[in-house]
Nanobody, 121 residues
Framework: QVQLVESGGGLVQAGGSLRLSCAVS????????MGWFRQAPGKEREFVAA????????DYADSVKGRFTISRGSARNTVSLQMNSLKPEDTAVYYC??????????????WGQGTQVAVSS
């Protein structure tokens, strides 16, 4: 059974930092692209960042460029999202996702359960 498990969410003040991690089990995802998405209350899920299997390609939503950094672990079965200079509008449930194809939309095949990030003003 394939599982993606996010961790690292929490409550932080505006301007602070958090690091989210996603661990993949049940299958080797070394050749899979991975992405981060988020969904705020009352809003649709939106793309945050993506990274190719080789980590050569990355993409970011305009709203997080320069503040968030996506990276893969050496074993490529983990992906992290370093979030700096957090803003209240970053408050959302954050999801990691994986797929053989690199997407910047929510077409990913596998999804985690999400981790809550709350940024206070």
């Amino acid at each position: 059974q394939v599982q993606l498990v996010e961790s690292g969410g929490g409550l932080v003040q505006a301007g602070g930092s958090l690091r989210l991690s996603c661990a993949v089990s049940g299958r080797t995802f070394a050749s899979y692209a991975m992405g981060w998405f988020r969904q705020a209350p009352g809003k649709e899920r939106e793309f945050v960042a993506a990274i190719s299997w080789s980590a050569v390609s990355t993409d970011y939503a305009d709203s997080v460029k320069g503040r968030f950094t996506i990276s893969r672990g050496s074993a490529r079965n983990t992906v992290s999202l370093q979030m700096n200079s957090l803003k209240p509008e970053d408050t959302a449930v954050y999801y990691c996702a994986a797929d053989p194809t690199y997407y910047t939309t929510d077409r990913y095949r596998y999804w985690g359960q999400g981790t809550q990030v709350a940024v206070s003003s």
